[in-house]
C-alpha cells in the first residue's frame, strides 16, 4: 500500500510512523511533513500546501495512493475529503459538512443538544451581540467559559476566574485578532473535574473508541498559564475506568454518529470527544473535534496493537463492524512536548537541536517532530511546538521517568517543557 498523510505536525508524524511498522506499507509521503519524517524510512515529504487540493490529488493519482490520511483540521473545514472523493481517490477524514462538528461550536452544541448528549450549559453570540454577552456574563457570573465559535488552533478558548476576566476575554476576542474564528462566541458554564480524550473512529455507522488519553493544554506547570496545541500526553487515563468508556460509547459517540446520519452526513474519520469528568465520575462533552488529537495521538499510536492501516481502510470502506475488537500492547504511554522559548506568543525558529538519537537509543522512546525541518543535514526548529518525546513502559512512573530522562538528552536554544506531565498518575 502507498498511503500519504497530511499535515506537518507530530500527530502527522506518528500517524506516519505508526503505518509504515506494517509490513504491508510500501511508502508513506507526507504533505508537506517536517524535519522527522523526512528522515523516517520509507517516507517522503512533498512540498504542498495542505490548502493545495488539485495537487494533493494529482500527487495521490501519480502515487497510485491507496489512502490518504488527512490530519489536521484546517483542510478538513475547508472541504479536501469533497474534493479528493469527487476524483475518486480513499480518503480517511470526515467530508467538509461532518467537520463542521470542529470547525463550528455552536453547530456542535445545537447537535449535541438534539441528541441528547451531556454538554455544559451555554449561549451563542454573535460580534453584533457584544453587549448581549456581556450583560450574559454579568448575570450568570464567574467562573465561565467563552469560546470563539471557529477554528483557532487550540487558542480559542478562556476560562475566566472572574467576571473582570470574562468581559476582558469577551473584548479582546471581539477585537478580531481570531479574525472570522471568533465572529461567534459561545459562553459556557464552568464544568469541573478532569478533562479527559476519547479518539474513536467511524466508518459513519459503527465506531470504535482508543484508548482513552489525558492532555496538559495549559503552557505551565500547575496547569497555568494560556491555553496551547498541548503540551504532553498521556495513555491509557485511568480516570477513564471500563464502565465510563461504555457510557461514553452509548451516552456520546453512538448518539452523535446517529444524528450525524439522521442529518445525512458521511461521516468516516476520527470522533474526538473532549470530556470533563467530574469528581463525582459524570461525564460532560467540552468539544468535539474531528481528527486526530494532537499530542494525544503520540501517546496512544505506540500502544495500538492492530494494524493502523488496516483500522482506517475498514473506516473508509464502511466495514468497521466486521473488524475484529482493537488489539492493544500492555503498559502505558507518556508524551512530553519540547517547545520554542515564548510558545504559546512569539518564539525564535531556526534552532539546531541535538541529542535526538541518544534519546531514542532508550528502549521504549520514540522522538516525534513537530516544529522541526531538516537545513542541509541538520534538524532545526521551525514551530512552537518543536519536539514529542514519547516513552513506553509497564508503569506511569517508569515512563514517566523514561520520557524526561530521554528529554533531558535533547537540546535546542531557549527550549522549554513542563516538568509535571503526567503528575495526576505519579
Given at each position: 500500500m502507498n498511503v500519504l498523510v497530511i499535515g506537518s505536525g507530530g500527530r502527522e508524524h506518528a500517524l506516519a510512523w505508526k503505518l509504515l511498522l506494517s509490513n504491508e506499507i510500501d511508502r508513506v509521503v507526507c504533505i508537506p511533513g517536517n524535519g522527522g519524517t523526512a528522515t523516517l524510512k520509507g517516507c517522503q515529504n512533498a512540498d504542498l500546501s495542505v490548502e493545495d487540493f488539485e495537487g494533493i490529488a494529482a500527487l495521490a493519482k501519480a502515487e497510485k495512493a491507496d489512502l490518504v490520511v488527512i490530519g489536521p483540521e484546517l483542510p478538513l473545514s475547508q472541504g479536501i475529503t469533497d474534493a479528493l472523493q469527487a476524483q475518486n481517490i480513499p480518503v480517511f477524514g470526515?467530508?467538509?459538512?461532518?467537520?463542521?462538528?470542529?470547525?463550528?461550536?455552536a453547530w456542535a452544541k445545537a447537535l449535541m443538544r438534539e441528541a441528547g448528549i451531556p454538554t455544559a450549559k451555554s449561549q451563542v453570540f454573535s460580534q453584533a451581540q457584544k453587549a448581549e454577552a456581556l450583560a450574559y456574563v454579568e448575570e450568570v457570573g464567574a467562573p465561565i467559559v467563552v469560546k470563539a465559535d471557529g477554528l483557532a488552533a487550540g487558542k480559542g478558548v478562556i476560562v475566566a476566574e472572574t467576571l473582570a476576566a470574562a468581559k476582558a476575554a469577551i473584548e479582546t476576542l471581539c477585537q478580531g485578532e481570531l479574525g472570522e474564528a471568533a465572529n461567534t462566541l459561545v459562553i459556557e458554564e464552568f464544568l469541573t473535574g478532569q478533562e479527559v480524550s476519547v479518539l474513536a473512529l467511524t466508518d459513519g455507522i459503527t465506531v470504535r473508541p482508543l484508548l482513552p488519553a489525558q492532555d496538559h493544554k495549559q503552557v505551565g506547570e500547575g496547569d497555568t498559564g494560556p491555553n496551547t496545541g498541548g503540551m504532553g500526553a498521556y495513555a491509557p487515563t485511568p480516570i477513564v475506568t471500563p464502565e465510563l468508556m461504555a457510557r461514553i460509547q452509548t451516552e456520546v459517540l453512538e448518539p452523535t454518529v446517529a444524528v450525524l446520519q439522521k442529518r445525512g452526513i458521511d461521516y468516516r474519520g476520527?470522533?474526538?470527544?473532549?470530556?470533563?469528568?467530574?469528581?463525582?465520575?459524570?461525564?460532560?462533552?467540552?468539544e468535539f473535534n474531528c481528527r486526530f488529537g494532537d499530542p494525544e495521538t503520540q501517546a496512544v499510536l505506540p500502544l495500538l496493537k492492530t494494524p493502523l492501516h488496516e483500522l482506517l481502510r475498514a473506516c473508509v470502506e464502511g466495514r468497521l463492524a466486521g473488524m475484529p475488537e482493537i488489539e492493544w500492547h500492555p503498559g502505558t504511554a507518556m508524551c512530553v512536548v519540547m517547545a520554542a522559548g515564548g510558545y504559546p506568543g512569539s518564539y525564535e525558529k531556526g534552532k539546531p537541536i541535538s541529542g535526538m538519537g541518544d534519546a531514542e537509543a532508550e528502549e521504549g522512546v520514540t522522538v516525534f517532530h513537530a516544529g522541526t525541518r531538516l537545513d542541509g543535514q541538520h534538524v532545526v526548529s521551525s514551530g512552537g511546538r518543536v519536539l514529542g518525546v514519547t516513552a513506553v513502559a509497564e508503569t506511569f512512573e517508569c515512563a514517566i521517568d523514561k520520557a524526561y530522562g530521554a528529554v533531558e538528552k535533547i537540546h535546542f536554544e531557549n527550549c522549554y517543557y513542563r516538568r509535571d506531565i503526567g503528575y495526576r498518575v505519579r
Open positions: 470526515p467530508t467538509q459538512a461532518g467537520a463542521t462538528l470542529e470547525s463550528s461550536k476520527v470522533l474526538y470527544a473532549g470530556l470533563m469528568v467530574s469528581p463525582q465520575g459524570e461525564p460532560k462533552v467540552l
